[in-house]
């Protein structure tokens, strides 16, 4: 028998596979942790067609945070300043399935509310979705992955008409120029990088641009860094689609074919001449048409972006003018090019799938759309107008439902946002307000427990079996290589339980994660992301997988009627005999908007939501660090992550540090509207003048006012809903 158990690393969305085997089958060369204790054997897995065996150090050394500080039984409180008290499950159920009842019968079921996470497996989104979407009717379910990629998400759906990105990762070596925005990819997806890198030190020919504010480790591997001020994103694309539209770099026949509104986007980027876009992003002109030659002369152009563009107050569209440049180049539907989000969290994309965001439903459906709600009732077998058209309250919406006495009862499950959230010190007094809080998560204390009544302990990542999805749609089963400890349970059972109890028993009679991964992928048919092929014992099989992976072979799915999206590249590479002339027929690609055709978005840019000004001169950008993850919950326990970065600092340039006689390593007190926070300064040229950089990964549990977010503010774009952690005004006193 294989001594190793196949599953997924558990960190980001790069999603890179790994062999987990027990500390016991080691002998003398048994793994240690930096205490001495024993650890699990984990190794990146070769076969995994995403990472070939690459894991960078996160997946390294995740099997250190396994036992440390778990949350090993479900615990109360009355109020938030008692102590907790150890519960029995059943009481546990007991307590919130009444609360959840009295909310019903008040005709409040609309202020019981979810939280949840990227960290989830997709059967946990899935019987989440069930249970409040259906059965109980309130379309409160909203995950972290608001504050992540919902800008994505609603950039792809406007541009379109579907979510899912259309490219993979073998597009990674199959392209001519690499467009890196808003992406400080090396540190925070660091395996995508690798391959990135490698192929782009190999092939002279291929040009890779990054777009940021910072020198980062991914901008300084670039043939051209454009270190633009911080929310001038769309100025500079429209400035690069000027100058391709001025060289006559676009592609008519696909524009013809294949999109629409391209007048009103060619109107709006003739006001985006060289001279108005340089002087706007802080850049010079040779740059600018640097940038617009590469694009414009390479053969296949593709574009990768995650939080730098996200998480911002114009974050849709600033999707949809990256998509805009694909389109007006034919940049897309072949190997080698297209607009390309990297999703942050490991599951991220599973619960887009599954629905797992406030205005979705299971199969890339909308809780506004009146067919899409009908076909989810049919198959959960609801009474028709069960799921509300109304779309349930976003992350931040909670929050402020909290403030004004319209959240009843809150459960929050594998995530951490007494730290993530956006302005912290408004979140936290929200959450005190809380009437009733359950805080579900694998590790105690977080920062979040402090504001829970209810603990409820969660198996986590290797000790349940499900599946993942990662950045280039591929699916994984990961399965459970040891049992979850004491009385922690797989979320999906918890909520699960509670259905059950509610009265819900047919509705949540599994037995076990795979008949729950059944019964999902049959609302995925011939939807988009249509996985209708797909099982545990499929996946156990053929392994990983990407979709649309339908039952039957069957509908065009994305873009491509003969390739479909599935293995894109690559089934596009033998595909040269339809290449006539060297150009592509593009009469054969459709996309998921009522015409068939993708649409340009027009946007003029708007800028930060909060400016600097003369009170607050500085933007401050937050963002990852190479070896921790997101609030540190796992990654902090980790010793030697806490050696690679053993304190947070704050990046300032040294003539911003002149101006202000500020020395390296002096600390700083750094106040925004909303927060104040401390620390030492890092005098260096990565970092713009006028911009300062700090990490967003130390809480009150790690550091003492280092909270990134006390910053931050909650202006969100108006479509994705998604806030602009990524920008706001500050200044700064040396202290
Ligand atoms: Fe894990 Fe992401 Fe690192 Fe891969 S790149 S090992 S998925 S953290």
């Not at 029995?88 to 019981?112: G, Y």
């Not at 002109?285 to 414009?296: C, F, M, R, S, V």
């Not at 599973?350 to 979705?360: K, N, S």
């Not at 150009?583 to 708007?606: M, Q």
Request: net charge neutral; proline share 6%.
């Amino acid at each position: 028998m294989n001594e190793f158990t196949k599953t997924l690393c558990p960190y980001c969305g790069v999603g890179c596979g790994l062999e987990v085997s027990p500390p016991a089958q080691h002998g003398k060369a048994t793994n240690r942790d930096s205490e001495g204790t024993p650890t699990w054997r984990v190794r990146g897995d070769k076969s995994h067609p995403s990472s070939q065996g690459m894991v960078c150090v996160k997946g390294a050394t995740i099997a250190e945070s396994l036992d440390k500080n778990r949350l090993h039984y479900p615990m109360m409180r009355d109020s938030l300043d008692q102590e907790f008290r150890r519960v029995s499950w059943n009481e546990a159920f007991d307590i919130i399935t009444q609360r959840m009842q009295t909310l019903r019968l008040n005709q409040e079921t609309d202020s019981i509310c979810m939280y949840g996470s990227g960290q989830f497996q997709t059967e946990d989104y899935y019987i989440a979705q069930k249970l409040l979407k259906g059965c109980l009717g309130t379309n409160n379910f909203d995950a972290n992955s608001r504050l992540c990629m919902s800008s994505a998400v609603s950039g792809y759906i406007q541009s379109f008409g579907a979510d899912g990105p259309p490219c993979c990762y073998d597009d990674l070596e199959l392209t001519d120029c690499a467009f890196l925005i808003g992406t400080n990819t090396a540190e925070c997806h660091p395996i995508v990088f690798n391959k990135l890198a490698k192929y782009h030190k190999k092939n002279r020919h291929v040009k890779m641009i990054v777009v940021d504010p910072r020198r980062t480790p991914t901008a300084e591997a670039a043939d051209l860094h454009l270190a633009i001020r911080p929310g001038t994103d769309i100025d500079l694309l429209n400035g690069i689609a000027h100058l391709l539209m001025k060289w006559n770099y676009i592609d008519t026949l696909f524009m013809d074919e294949c999109t629409s509104n391209f007048p009103a986007y060619a109107e709006v980027i003739r006001h985006y001449s060289p001279e108005v876009v340089a002087s706007r992003c802080g850049i010079s002109i040779e740059d600018l048409e640097t940038a617009a030659k590469y694009w414009g002369k390479s053969k296949s152009v593709l574009s990768l972006w995650s939080m730098g563009v996200n998480q911002s107050s114009e974050g849709t569209a600033k999707v949809r003018t990256i998509i805009n440049l694909h389109l007006m180049t034919g940049q897309i539907g072949k190997p080698g090019a297209g607009p390309f989000s990297l999703t942050g969290q490991p599951n991220a994309m599973g619960g887009r799938e599954a629905g797992g965001l406030a205005h979705l439903l299971p199969g890339y459906r909308l809780v506004k759309n009146d067919q899409h709600r009908a076909e989810v009732e049919d198959f959960w077998k609801l009474k028709r107008g069960q799921i509300s058209s109304v779309p349930g309250l976003t992350a931040w919406e909670m929050i402020t439902g909290l403030e004004t006495g319209n959240v009843g009862l809150l459960w929050i499950a594998a995530t951490n946002p007494a730290v993530s959230m956006p302005d912290l010190e408004r979140t936290k007094k929200a959450l005190l307000k809380s009437p009733f809080t359950i805080y579900q998560d694998a590790y105690y204390p977080t920062e979040t427990s402090a504001y829970a009544h209810v603990l409820l302990p969660a198996a986590q990542w290797g000790e349940k079996t499900g599946i993942m999805t990662n950045s280039e749609r591929r699916v994984t089963l990961c399965s459970a290589f040891r049992e979850p400890p004491r009385e922690a349970k797989p979320d999906w059972e918890i909520f699960a339980e509670v259905g059950r109890r509610l009265g819900f028993e047919k509705e949540f009679a599994f037995n076990n994660s795979a008949e729950v991964y059944a019964e999902f992928v049959q609302l995925t048919r011939q939807r988009p992301c249509d996985m209708s092929g797909l099982s545990h014992e499929v996946l156990q099989t053929k392994g990983p997988t990407q979709w649309p992976h339908p039952e039957k072979k069957a509908q065009p799915i994305f873009i491509d009627a003969e390739t479909g999206v599935g293995s894109f590249a690559l089934e596009a590479k033998e595909k040269t005999s339809s290449l006539k002339d060297g150009k592509r027929l593009y009469t054969d690609l459709r996309f998921h908007t009522p015409d068939g055709r993708a649409r340009f978005g027009a946007y003029y840019s708007k800028g930060l939501a909060e400016p600097p000004d003369e009170n607050y001169p500085f933007v401050l950008t937050t963002g990852r660090l190479y070896g921790h993850w997101h609030t540190q919950t796992r990654t902090g326990r980790i010793e030697k992550i806490r050696q690679m970065h053993p304190q947070p600092f704050i990046e300032i340039h040294p003539r911003d540090a002149a101006t202000l006689g500020i020395l390296d390593h002096q600390w700083l007190e750094v106040r925004s509207r909303r927060g104040i926070t401390k620390f030492p300064a890092k005098v260096t040229k990565a970092i713009s003048p006028g911009t300062v950089f700090v990490p967003m990964h130390w809480g009150k549990l790690w550091a003492d006012d280092a909270e990134a977010n006390a910053l931050t503010h909650s202006e969100a774009c108006p479509d994705s809903l998604q806030p602009e952690l990524k920008a706001c005004a500050v200044q700064l006193v040396p202290i």
